[in-house]
C-alpha cells in the first residue's frame, strides 16, 4: 500500500503571537512579575509591560490585585519616565484605574492627581491628552472632582483650554471643569471661566460649543454668574440665543438650559427678551429630542414672568397643551407648570 505523505496543516485557530507584549506569569505571580518589569532598566521591557498591564486592569479581579501589589505607585514614578511612550501608557493605565471606586480611593490617597497634571505642559501630544483622560475619568464622581479642585487644577484647565489647539483634547479639559463645577463654581468665576466659554460658543466644532453652554449653564447657577453674564457688553446672551438654531442637538439643548438659568433674575429675562429668545424656544418645543423640548418649556417659563414675555406667549399655549398629555412625563409636567404662568391673572 502506499502511504500518503503527512501534509502540514494550517491551524487557524492558533492566538497570534505579539512580539510587543510582555508575557503574563501564571497564578499570584504574574502581577508582581509585572511590577518588577515596570520597574526594569531597559525601556523595552517597560514598554511592553505597560501594554500588557493596560489589558491586565480591564479585569476587575486582576486590577484590585494589580492595586494591592502597588503598582499605582510605580505608575506614578513612571509619569517622570524620559520616554514619551512610558509617560503616555501610564498615564493611559491611570485612566483605566479611575474608572473604578477602588483605583479613584488610591487616586487621591497617592495624589496622583497633581502627578498627572505636570503632564498637561509635556511636549507630546499623546501624553497630554492620556494625562488629562486620567484625570476627566477621576473627576467624574464627587470625591474626584473634589480632588480636583483640592488640587488647584480649576485654574490650570481653563489656561489650558485656551492654550490647546486641538479640539477634542479641548473638549476633554471641558468636561473635566464641567464635573468641577459640580462641586465648586467660586474657582471658576474667578479665574474668568465664563469670558472664555463665551468665546468658545462661536467656535466651528459643536463639541465645543455644546461644553461652552454647559459651562456656562454650570456657572449660572450662583447669582454672581447670572449677573456677570447680563453686564452691559459681555455678549453671551445673544450668542446662546443664536444657538438654539444650531444643527447639533446637545448644542441646543444646553444653550436652552443656559438661557433657563440666567432668566431667574429680572435683568436675565429682559435681556433674553432684547436678543429675541422667545421665538426660537416656542419653535424648540415641537423638536424630536424631548431634553430639548424641556428645557426649552422651562426656560419659556422664565420669560412669561414678565409681561411681555406672558403677551407674547399666548400664542404659544395650543402647542403647550399637546406637550401637556406627552408621553414623557418630565416634559408634561414643565409644560403644565409653563400653561399655568402663561395664564395667571393677578
Known amino acids: 500500500a502506499i502511504t500518503q505523505m503527512a501534509s502540514p496543516r494550517v491551524y487557524a485557530n492558533l492566538p497570534v503571537y505579539d512580539p510587543s507584549k510582555s508575557s503574563l506569569a501564571f497564578g499570584n505571580r504574574a502581577i508582581p512579575k509585572l511590577n518588577r518589569e515596570l520597574q526594569s532598566v531597559e525601556l523595552a521591557v517597560r514598554q511592553q509591560a505597560l501594554l500588557l498591564l493596560c489589558d491586565v486592569l480591564h479585569q476587575k479581579e486582576k486590577l484590585a490585585a494589580s492595586l494591592r501589589e502597588g503598582i499605582a505607585s510605580t505608575l506614578k514614578s513612571l509619569l517622570e519616565d524620559d520616554d514619551a511612550v512610558v509617560r503616555q501608557r501610564a498615564a493611559h493605565a491611570l485612566g483605566i484605574i479611575a474608572q473604578h471606586t477602588l483605583g479613584r480611593q488610591i487616586f487621591l490617597e497617592l495624589h496622583l492627581i497633581p502627578a498627572l497634571a505636570k503632564l498637561f505642559s509635556d511636549g507630546e501630544y499623546t501624553v497630554r491628552y492620556s494625562a488629562h483622560g486620567a484625570v476627566e475619568m477621576c473627576a467624574r464622581t ?4 473634589e480632588g480636583t479642585v483640592a488640587a488647584g487644577l480649576v485654574p490650570l484647565c481653563v489656561e489650558k483650554v485656551v492654550q490647546e489647539e486641538n479640539t477634542p483634547l479641548r473638549a476633554l479639559i471641558l468636561d473635566t471643569l464641567h464635573w468641577c463645577f459640580q462641586v465648586d463654581t467660586v474657582q471658576g468665576l474667578l479665574c ?3 469670558p472664555i466659554c463665551t468665546q ?3 467656535h466651528h466644532s459643536p463639541d465645543l460649543r455644546s461644553r461652552a453652554a454647559r459651562i456656562v449653564y454650570d456657572l449660572t447657577v450662583p447669582y454672581e454668574g447670572k449677573e456677570t453674564v447680563c453686564a452691559e457688553g459681555f455678549g453671551c446672551i445673544p450668542l446662546l440665543v443664536g444657538l438654539l438654531s444650531d444643527a447639533d442637538t446637545f448644542v441646543k439643548s444646553q444653550a436652552a ?6 432668566a431667574v433674575i429680572t435683568k436675565g429675562k429682559y435681556s433674553e ?7 426660537s424656544l416656542v419653535a424648540l418645543m415641537g423638536d424630536t429630542e424631548s431634553e430639548v423640548r424641556l428645557n426649552s418649556i422651562k426656560a419659556l417659563t422664565m420669560l412669561a414672568e414678565t409681561p411681555e414675555g406672558k403677551a407674547e406667549l399666548q400664542s404659544a399655549l395650543p402647542k403647550l397643551e399637546e406637550l401637556i398629555n406627552e408621553t414623557n412625563e418630565m416634559v408634561s409636567k414643565a409644560a403644565r407648570t409653563a400653561k399655568k404662568v402663561i395664564t395667571w391673572k393677578p
Open 142 to 145: 464627587s470625591e474626584g472632582a
Open 192 to 194: 474668568k471661566t465664563l
Open 200 to 202: 468658545l460658543l462661536g
Open 257 to 262: 438650559a443656559a438661557l433657563m438659568s440666567i
Open 273 to 279: 427678551l432684547e436678543a429675541g429668545a422667545l421665538p
